[in-house]
């Protein structure tokens, strides 16, 4: 199994930049890749980047060319810089890693809110 321990949120004005982490323990040899989802009240959570095992990103449009996804695999940790935040990306965002070396289960991180304010 995989544990996850995010940090990193907070408030923020708009225009104003986040820098999310998540540092993954366990079984980190299987992960397959790495994700941040966010959900906002009364909304569903959904991807906003996700970063394979050989580096290559997926974003949502909604932050493409303000979201970096990164990760550092000595460290068994990624990344979400956050640059020219908006009001609507106020949400929680949960840190998500797909690992197993057979079947591959998703493995969650708690959460933390990012807030950002007009």
């Known amino acids: 199994q995989v544990r996850l321990v995010e940090s990193g949120g907070g408030l923020v004005q708009a225009g104003g930049s986040l820098r999310l982490s998540c540092a993954a323990a366990?079984?980190?040899?299987?992960?397959?890749?790495m994700a941040w989802y966010r959900q906002a009240p009364g909304k569903q959570r959904d991807l906003v980047a996700r970063?394979?095992?050989?580096?290559?990103?997926n974003y949502a449009d909604s932050v493409k060319g303000r979201f970096t996804i990164s990760r550092d695999n000595a460290k068994n940790t990624v990344y979400l810089q956050m640059n020219s935040l908006k009001p609507e990306d106020t949400a929680v965002y949960y840190c998500?890693?797909?690992?197993?070396?057979?079947?591959?289960?998703?493995?969650w991180g708690q959460g933390t809110q990012v807030t950002v304010s007009s």
């Open positions: 998500n890693v797909r690992a197993g070396l057979g079947l591959v289960r998703n493995y």
């Open positions: 970063i394979s095992s050989t580096g290559s990103t």
């Open positions: 366990g079984s980190t040899f299987s992960i397959v890749d």
